[in-house]
């Protein structure tokens, strides 16, 4: 019976340890020619936020020049562009810039201008309404009834 335990115990701990999981950020091109260093969670399928705008940073070669499209999906499933970005980096090597982000998905596609490197990464921007209705809200623990309060 310890044999047992101590082997299905064994076996948890090697599957999560070899797990894949699954990142809000899909990088796809040259190896290190941009690094996403804050902005972007890389570790979920998509990140929420309540926040109009995103401070994108990050770190590429001196002297190329970062292109941040903000995109959104339509019915068909086709990238919309609605709102471009420029920025050249500088000799520190770093990039940083605050991008605008629209009430629903916002795919967020973050390459060099020669196309060598991309980034893709998913935002959801969650209504004003939804977050007054959170904030006025009272959430008993343990219990599926929510009270709200009237303004």
């Known amino acids: 019976m310890r044999k047992i335990k101590l082997l299905a115990i064994l076996t948890v701990m090697i599957t999560m340890l070899i797990s894949v999981n699954a990142s809000a950020a899909v990088y796809d091109g040259e190896p290190g020619k941009i690094e996403i260093t804050g902005g972007i969670k890389m570790d979920k399928a998509y990140e929420s936020t309540f926040n109009d705008t995103r401070t994108i940073t990050g770190r590429s070669e001196c002297g190329t020049n ?81 009270v709200y309060f009237a303004d």
């Open 66 to 146: 970062i292109i941040i499209n903000v995109c959104t999906e339509d019915e068909d499933g086709v990238l919309q562009i609605v709102k471009t970005y420029s920025i050249e980096v500088g000799l520190s090597g770093y990039f940083s810039k605050s991008v605008r982000l629209y009430e629903g998905d916002n795919i967020i596609v973050i390459s060099t201008e020669d196309n060598t490197a991309t980034v893709v990464a998913h935002i959801k921007r969650k209504s004003e309404e939804i977050k007054n209705m959170l904030e006025r809200g009272i959430y008993i623990p343990g219990s599926t009834a929510r």
